[in-house]
């Protein structure tokens, strides 16, 4: 229930971080829609697997995924380029890495951002700004199926949901426009610090 209830908040916080990017100048609609598409399938699978599993499966997988994207993170990267400049066979590979984020997605939500950017940063080799741009969009397209899933399943409340997406959505908003206006190193080391408490709680530190 509380994974399919996020959903709703998911979509909602995505859609103001969205509005906040476009605001700020920063648009590719196009190219984060064809990104997208690689990771619907991916959630459908992933979230018809959720509603049918227990909670105790996922909770050391979580915490896995959050400290090797720490690592990502901090590797040597080539400069940043765009997508569309580089070849099919690296386009092929940034779509099935996106298809099985949208699995892991799908299945739960929970620090799902945190991989998309690791495989665009990565993969893709955009600057953490431009990843976080698309990150989000992504988000919100593979959302919409796996929440209907969610919900056929019974495993929304959308009172709850909607309470809980009006905060994401002011955060996702602020969270933007600071992208924007310090860059990739303050993301880059905001990131480390959320990734490694979640992690640590997956684990039972506290």
């Not at 979509?11 to 984060?32: C, V």
């Given at each position: 229930?509380?994974?399919?209830?996020?959903?709703?908040?998911?979509?909602?916080?995505?859609?103001?971080?969205?509005?906040?990017?476009?605001?700020?100048?920063?648009?590719?609609?196009?190219?984060?829609?064809?990104?997208?598409?690689?990771?619907?399938?991916?959630?459908?699978?992933?979230?018809?697997?959720?509603?049918?599993?227990?909670?105790?499966?996922?909770?050391?997988?979580?915490?896995?995924?959050?400290?090797?994207?720490?690592?990502?993170?901090?590797?040597?990267?080539?400069?940043?380029?765009?997508?569309?400049?580089?070849?099919?066979?690296?386009?092929?590979?940034?779509?099935?890495a996106l298809f099985f984020t949208g699995?892991?997605?799908?299945?739960?939500?929970?620090?799902?951002?945190?991989?998309?950017?690791?495989?665009?940063?990565?993969?893709?080799?955009?600057?953490?700004?431009?990843?976080?741009?698309?990150?989000?969009?992504?988000?919100?397209?593979?959302?919409?199926?796996?929440?209907?899933?969610?919900?056929?399943?019974?495993?929304?409340?959308l009172l709850p949901g909607i309470a809980?997406?009006?905060?994401?959505?002011?955060?996702?908003?602020?969270?933007?426009?600071?992208?924007?206006?310090?860059?990739?190193?303050?993301?880059?080391?905001?990131?480390?610090?959320?990734?490694?408490?979640?992690?640590?709680?997956?684990?039972?530190?506290?």
């Open positions: 229930m509380a994974n399919g209830t996020n959903r709703i908040a998911i979509i909602i916080q995505n859609i103001g971080a969205i509005s906040s990017f476009r605001t700020s100048g920063l648009r590719g609609m196009r190219q984060s829609l064809s990104l997208a598409l690689w990771a619907i399938p991916g959630a459908i699978i992933g979230t018809l697997v959720a509603v049918k599993i227990s909670d105790e499966w996922f909770t050391i997988a979580v915490g896995i995924v959050n400290i090797l994207t720490i690592v990502t993170l901090f590797l040597p990267k080539n400069n940043a380029a765009d997508l569309t400049s580089d070849s099919p066979r690296r386009q092929l590979l940034v779509g099935v699995i892991y997605g799908g299945f739960i939500q929970l620090s799902v951002g945190f991989l998309l950017m690791a495989v665009l940063y990565r993969l893709s080799r955009m600057s953490l700004v431009l990843v976080n741009m698309h990150k989000v969009t992504i988000a919100l397209v593979y959302n919409i199926p796996s929440l209907l899933i969610f919900a056929w399943s019974d495993n929304v409340s809980l997406g009006l905060g994401s959505a002011t955060g996702g908003w602020i969270s933007a426009k600071a992208q924007v206006k310090r860059g990739e190193s303050f993301i880059r080391f905001v990131l480390a610090i959320a990734l490694l408490v979640v992690a640590l709680k997956m684990f039972g530190a506290f």
